[in-house]
């Protein structure tokens, strides 16, 4: 069984910064690329960033990019996601997750088979 676990979220104000830890485990971590996700209430899932297995390539959101940067290191199965000049717009449950092929990177959420359970990220004014 696939098992994907985020942690780091938090309260933080505007301006501060966070980084989120994710792992991954039932499956050989290097083969795939990984991304985050979050998403407010109200609103849909929303793509944030995404990395190759190598760790060579990345995308990001609109939203985020600029000021949010993701990593990874294989030798500990786990994809890292650094969180800078956070505004009250990014307040949101952030997901981690591991797609179903092997092959590159993606932005849609359906191209993801396995999950975390979220952790929250509040970002006050």
């Known amino acids: 069984q696939v098992q994907v676990v985020e942690s780091g979220g938090g309260l933080v104000q505007a301006g501060g910064s966070l980084r989120l830890s994710c792992t991954a485990s039932g499956r050989i971590f290097s083969w795939y690329a990984m991304g985050w996700f979050r998403q407010a209430p109200g609103k849909e899932r929303e793509f944030v960033a995404t990395?190759?297995?190598?760790?060579?390539?990345?995308d990001y959101g609109d939203s985020v990019k600029g000021r949010f940067s993701i990593s990874r290191d294989n030798a500990k199965n786990a994809v890292y996601l650094q969180m800078n000049s956070l505004k009250p717009e990014d307040t949101a449950v952030y997901y981690c997750?591991?797609?179903?092929?092997?092959?590159?990177?993606?932005?849609?959420?359906?191209?993801?088979?396995?999950w975390g359970q979220g952790t929250q990220v509040t970002v006050s004014s």
């Open positions: 990395i190759s297995r190598s760790g060579d390539i990345t």
């Open positions: 997750a591991s797609p179903r092929s092997t092959l590159g990177i993606s932005r849609r959420v359906e191209a993801y088979d396995y």
